[in-house]
């Protein structure tokens, strides 16, 4: 290649890399990624406080003498791989199982739903910090994996066969002309049409995931479970049993505030929101449907926020109540 021709593949070059126009999705992924994380942060605390409360309420009883416990049919015994224990409720010469025992999950499927998106989530942040294309598509299809673990969760709940799941196709590096794969505008455009690829294929499962789960459903009881309602009444009554006094009023409307956050927080469903930001992204990327602008992906993903926003506020509410308790205070 002669010096004009250097020169000129050099410029075409420098044009290449000056005019790469990619959109860069980075932060919405990662705001994606932090607010599925602060949730799952959040339902976890959640649901280790109310089991807690459950397996105290159980071991009260038991301890009382109204419930019995009992190795769970046919475990426990010399040469069983298995060991566990149940709570028994004896009435009228017959006894039902109430629950295992120690509970370990409230809401198993709320947070087992949470955790898969938080794997995909992570796969498609993944994509966004490959440095190269190869590691961009190997990250691509591990995200398309994590969607096959999702289908798969879902065809276990519904009792049908995991094996009937259709593997989703290895994603390939699209092809680029020579220039353009010198420069780093190649990586740029992998990594674009692997998030458009992800979340598309993504779309479905998402979907069905949520209508499946609702965690605004699994915690319908948050506000009875974590105590602010049998709080707020006990303050309520208080009130209204004697002249009302400083300490009286105060104690009420922090007692009412309480209940409102949990009852905020009961509304709440951030598994539907993250249906509606991954929408958005996904419609940006593969520019389908209505045009979506990246400034409607922001505002989805700020619903999501907020729907984190309110489980989070729970969590501090009970946190506070477990302090005061813990230092003699009263719930």
């Known amino acids: 290649m002669n010096t004009r021709s250097i020169v000129v593949v050099f410029m075409a070059t420098l044009i290449l890399t000056g005019c790469a126009s990619t959109v860069d999705y980075s932060e919405s992924v990662t705001r994606l990624e932090n607010a599925i994380n602060d949730t799952a942060a959040s ?82 942040k993944s994509i966004i910090d490959a440095d190269t294309a190869a590691k961009v598509t190997a990250s691509t299809n591990a995200t398309l994996g994590s ?110 505030s309480k209940y409102q956050i949990a009852l905020n927080a009961q509304s709440a469903n951030p598994l539907k929101a993250f249906e509606i930001a991954h929408e958005k992204l996904m419609n940006q990327l593969n520019k389908k449907g209505e045009k979506t602008s990246l400034a409607e992906v922001a505002s989805a993903i700020e619903h999501l926020e907020q729907e984190a926003k309110k489980i989070k506020s729970l969590v501090e509410s009970v946190k506070e109540i477990s302090d005061k308790a813990n230092k003699g205070g009263k719930s």
């Open 43 to 124: 339902v976890n605390a959640i649901d280790e406080d109310i089991t807690a409360r459950q397996n105290e309420r159980l071991k009260k009883n038991i301890v009382a003498g109204k419930l019995l416990l009992e190795p769970a049919d046919n475990e426990c015994a010399a040469g069983r791989e298995k060991c566990s224990l149940t709570v028994l409720k004896a009435e009228n010469g017959k006894t039902d199982v109430v629950s295992v025992y120690p509970i370990k999950s409230s809401m198993p499927k709320g947070i087992k739903a949470i955790e898969l998106i938080k794997v995909y989530v992570s796969r498609l």
């Open 147 to 256: 969607l096959e673990d999702i289908a798969k969760q879902l065809a276990k709940e519904n009792g049908e066969a995991t094996s009937k799941i259709n593997r989703l196709s290895d994603y390939k590096e699209p092809a680029s002309g020579f220039i353009e794969w010198l420069t780093e505008k190649h990586v740029e455009r992998v990594k674009t049409e692997a998030l458009a690829t992800a979340t598309l294929n993504a779309h479905k499962v998402i979907k069905d995931l949520t209508v499946f789960y609702s965690t605004a459903a699994q915690s319908q009881k948050l506000a009875e479970f974590a105590g602010f309602h049998k709080e707020f009444v006990i303050k309520q009554e208080q009130f209204d049993d004697k002249p009302p006094n400083d300490n009286s009023v105060d104690a009420y409307v922090l007692a009412a």
